[in-house]
């Protein structure tokens, strides 16, 4: 079990005090983290680790929810119902999965509307992965296989992150991602067994892909500032090369498959290391798309920021129907508290 921080004495901001009662509550989240328990909302924390699990969880959250609109821009264009169906049922996903990560970041004591303030403003990130263009049908197919699949890759050992609400929302988010990892890599298996045309358009979209898809791992390890705390706290199970090198190791034999050529002359088996050797991405994009500079990064904030706009109504009918029941409820626990007075009263007159 671990201590909350009422027990502790611990505040939302982790201040620990000073003296003896800082080191027995670091000394017990450091035991905490050694023993592979998790981590609780209520329970004491280093700042820097809440500072941490904020940034990487809000981030992760906005990711979901601009990563709506690469795909979101064919739901009107699939070409069969079928298609339509599950691509729907998909972005539906990712704005569910926003949303858990949302509510594990305000467990934090963040704000959600101060989150998305800070996206809008660009004061946040969100995966680099979300700024390039679909351009045909086929790249539904191909984020579903290589994004998905990329995000399974990193988010699978979330599952373990030493952050409880965290930890928990990546279990259902992971088996969601899966459904899309699946629909995608059948969509382009249909494709290729269809016209050459078709086919061609799947090596197009693998080949523009490819490259982004080992950038959503984020720098190599030696150019990461967070990973080694990140690493030590729990929170990330393994390093950004780590998880790009599994991701290739799993990708190529589904290429082979697929019949497409990953667009990498680098790429090869590597019998003693029982891994591919694979090329290196191109890390002046990923900084440069990591910076706002990127084919979509404008694109996507605004139409985020509008999207943020055009719901304000929403959010305050729903505020104001909120107030409502609760004065409702008010009114309601007068009246009761009111008529159990008269009762009482009755009682003594009797
Ligand atoms: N894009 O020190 P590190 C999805 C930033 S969800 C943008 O290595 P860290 C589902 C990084 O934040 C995809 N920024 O950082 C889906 C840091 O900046 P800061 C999102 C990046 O945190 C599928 C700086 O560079 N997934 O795909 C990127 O230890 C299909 C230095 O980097 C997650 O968020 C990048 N690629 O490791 C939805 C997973 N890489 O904050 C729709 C959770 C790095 O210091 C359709 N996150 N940066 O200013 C993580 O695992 C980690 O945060 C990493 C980065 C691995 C992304």
Known sequence: MT???????????????G????????????????????IEPRDWMPDAYRKTLVRQIAQHAHSEIIGMQPEG???TRAPSLRRKAILFAKVQDEAGHGLYLYAAAETLGVDRADLTRRLI??????????NYPTLSFADVGVIGWLVDGAAICNQVPLCRSS?????????????EESFHQRQGYELLLTMMRGTEAQRAMVQDAVDRWWWPSLMMFGPPDEASPNSARSMAWKIKRHSNDELRQRFVDMTVPQAEKLGVTLPDPELRWNAERGRYDFGTPDWDELK?????????????????RRAHEDGAWVREAAAAHAAKQAARRDRDRDRDRGHDRDRKHDREAS
């Not at 670091?26 to 035991?31: N, Y």
């Not at 403003?121 to 979300?130: A, H, T, V």
């Not at 084919?295 to 996507?300: G, H, I, K, S, V």
Request: charged share 30%.
């Open 3 to 17: 201590q909350t921080t009422t027990d502790a004495g611990g505040g939302p901001g982790g201040g620990a005090g």
């Open 73 to 75: 821009a064919w739901i």
């Open 163 to 175: 952050f409880g609400p965290y930890a928990r929302a990546m279990v259902r988010i992971c088996k």
């Open 19 to 38: 003296g003896a009662d800082a080191d027995r509550l670091q000394a017990h989240f450091d035991e905490v983290i050694a023993h592979d328990r998790r």
């Open 288 to 304: 440069r798309v990591i910076s706002g500079d990127g084919p979509c990064n404008e694109e996507r904030i605004e139409r985020r």
């Open 121 to 130: 403003e660009g004061r946040q990130k969100y995966s680099s992965i979300f």
